[in-house]
C-alpha cells in the first residue's frame, strides 16, 4: 500500500502542473464572495503590496511575498527541481490582476531550504533573490511584510489573512484572474496534527488555519498568512480545499531553524 503522504505529494505536484494559464474571466461583481478563494473576497489595488505571483516560464505558479527591494519568499514546493534555473523564474509585483499590471522581475538566484524535505512537505519554504531595488516601486502598491521574531509563538485562534490567485475549489480548478483573500483562524497544534494523522500529522515546522467553507487552494501555494502586519506563514498544503475536516497547513516562519536561515542569507 501506498504511503498516504506520497500520495498528497503527488497530488500537490499534479495540482502545481495542472495550474494552467487560461483565462477563464467569468467577470465576478468584484469585492463579492465566490467559488475561486473558496468564499474569500477580491482584494482592492494596494491592499496587498507584498503579494507577488511567481511564474515560471510566465505563467503562474504560486505566490510569494517581498521581504526587501532585493528579496521575495515562496514555498519550496514552488521552485523544487528547477532551483538552478532562476532564470526560469519571473516575479509579478504591484498589480492585483494575476496577468497584468505592475511590473515582472527576473529572478536571479534560488535559496531553498537545506532540510526541506518533499516527502513530508517539512521545512517548505524557498527564497528568492533579484535585482537590487527591483521589488519596489514608485507609484507605491509595492512594499514588503515583516517577519515574525525567531520562536515566535502563534496563539490559537487567532485570525490570519491569506491571499492568493488559487483555485477555490477541488471541482472547479481555475485561477482566479483577481487577487483574493480570505481570514481563517489559527488551530491549536495538537488538534491540527491529530486532524491530519492519516496524512502524516504536522511538525514544528508546520500550522494549520482553517474556517467554516474557506481555504487556500492549488495556486495559492507559496503565498502569504498574515497577522497584524507580521509574515507568520506561507501556504504549504493541505488535503482538497475547504475541506471541514481538514485545516490549511502552513510553513511556520518563526521556526528557529527556517527564522535563523533567513537572517543568515537576507540579514532581515
Ligand atoms: N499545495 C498547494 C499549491 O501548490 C496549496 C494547497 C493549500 N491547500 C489548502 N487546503 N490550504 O498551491
Not at 212 to 236: E, F, K, M, Y
Not at 247 to 264: D, F, Q, S
Request: proline fraction near 6%; charged fraction near 20%; include cysteine.
Amino acid at each position: 500500500m501506498q504511503k498516504p503522504r506520497f500520495a498528497i505529494v503527488l497530488l500537490l505536484l499534479a495540482g502545481i502542473h495542472l495550474i494552467l494559464e487560461s483565462s477563464f474571466v467569468k467577470a465576478a461583481a468584484p469585492r463579492k464572495p465566490d467559488s475561486r478563494i473558496v468564499n474569500g473576497r477580491e482584494a482592492a489595488e494596494g491592499e496587498f503590496p507584498y503579494q507577488l505571483s511567481l511564474r515560471r516560464q510566465t505563467v503562474h505558479i504560486c505566490g510569494a511575498s517581498i521581504l526587501a527591494s532585493n528579496w521575495a519568499i515562496t514555498a519550496a514546493h514552488c521552485i523544487d527541481g528547477h532551483e538552478r534555473q532562476p532564470r526560469e523564474f519571473t516575479l509579478r509585483q504591484g498589480s492585483i490582476m494575476r496577468s497584468t499590471g505592475g511590473s515582472v522581475q527576473p529572478v536571479k538566484a534560488i535559496h531553498k531550504h537545506p532540510a526541506y524535505d518533499r516527502a513530508d512537505m517539512n521545512f517548505d519554504v524557498a527564497l528568492l533573490k533579484t535585482a537590487d531595488r527591483a521589488l519596489s516601486s514608485p507609484l507605491g502598491k509595492v512594499a514588503p511584510i515583516r517577519l515574525p521574531a525567531v520562536g515566535e509563538a502563534i496563539l490559537d485562534s487567532v485570525p490570519a489573512v491569506v491571499s492568493g490567485w488559487g483555485h477555490m475549489s477541488t471541482s472547479n480548478p481555475v485561477l482566479s484572474p483577481v487577487l483574493k483573500s480570505t481570514t481563517v483562524l489559527t488551530v491549536n497544534q495538537e488538534k491540527c496534527h491529530n486532524d491530519l494523522r492519516h496524512h502524516g500529522g504536522v511538525t514544528e515546522a508546520m500550522f494549520c488555519a482553517a474556517a467554516r467553507n474557506t481555504d487556500a487552494c492549488q495556486g495559492d501555494s507559496g503565498g502569504p498568512i498574515s497577522a497584524q502586519g507580521t509574515l507568520i506563514g506561507i501556504v504549504s498544503w493541505g488535503v482538497g480545499c475547504a475541506d471541514p475536516y481538514y485545516p490549511g497547513v502552513y510553513t511556520r516562519l518563526a521556526h528557529p531553524t527556517i527564522r535563523r536561515w533567513i537572517r543568515l542569507l537576507t540579514k532581515l
